[in-house]
């Protein structure tokens, strides 16, 4: 394996278990789902009726006490919080 | 049957909506004091648990509502900390005048924001739940109810949820319906643990979190902050579901059997004081 493809394999592992934690986080304030439903590619914004004010907020503050991370104002975004994968790629970038 | 007593108690500025349960024989006091804002709500549910179960144990229990909230008197308006503060002691300085037995604080969440040195010294003991001693980011997480507001009434101007209005001759901020005075958010952000001095009284500090996983450091920070100021302090890991957060209504029954047991502690402390030595922090 090459340095290039381990760096990639690397991405692609931090990016799975960043995923799997935001979905853990997702999973306790919203809990009236299965857990099948989430995944990478769910939609949350505007796709979900829980995820409102509040529950956006609260996510907020329990991603930058898990991930250690200072979220901006101008984060709070429809397309940073579009889906489960939007917010993966937001956590990376600030970590 | 639960001895219950519901009241107006006179507080500093006017009527504080108190509910009481004494048991036939008190064997010490416990005051909740309500978190703030939303998180009042969040939590009213399991105060009353709390409440039930601490009668329970020879507790008497006192659940009552911040000036200009809920259903005590006056308005939001009108509120600010230092007359929360007078009105936490009014009540301590009223149970130590009619009772000799130890008087303890629940403080939920951004409770913690209101305690003072002289609150400390009032009290035998404090019960902290996932305390949140950071005044600067819990009125930055309030702000940002606002934010969020906004963005999904999809709505790119001022929103009601986020504005600056008159009243009288005061500038008054609205968040999320809560209207208030501005100088309240600057006297609530600038509450810090620095802020206390050394308290060594019983401290109980039930923190959420999972076998699994590690404290955050910002969790940590705070929990090593209080064990420098307060020799006593033990600290209750708690595996359940953080109640409060949740967009459905949860009982975090592992947090409530955990409080349950420290609750007994409570009402018979000399038979546990060599428990209590014995280990300082216990797990699920």
Redesign the interface.
Known sequence: MTSAQAHEQTLEQKNKQTTAQLIKLLIAIIPNYDDDFWHAETELFGAIAEFDSMALVTLIGEMEDYFDITLDDDDISAENFASVASLTELVLERN | MISTKVEFYQGTKGPLFRIIRTPEKVLAHLIFIAPLF?QANQTRHHITRSAINAYQQGLQSFVFDHYGTGDSGGELTEANLALWQQDILLQLADIAAHSTQAIYLSLPLSAVLLLSNEILRQVDGVLLQQPDFNGKRFVQ?FK??A???Q??K?NSTESD?FKHGELSEQPLIDI?GYQMQPSLLDALAGQNLNKLADFHIDCYWFEWQSPSEEL????LKQQQGVEHKNSKLRVEQVDD??FW????L?IAQAFLRKELRVFSKLAFPQSNSAKLLSSKTETN
Not at chain 2, 216 to 219: A, E, F, G, N, V
Not at chain 2, 245 to 248: I, K, L, N, Y
């Open positions: 939303e997480q940002r109810l934010l969020a507001a963005l999904t999809n949820d999320a955050s450091l910002s969790r579901v953080k957060q949740s967009t459905e949860q």
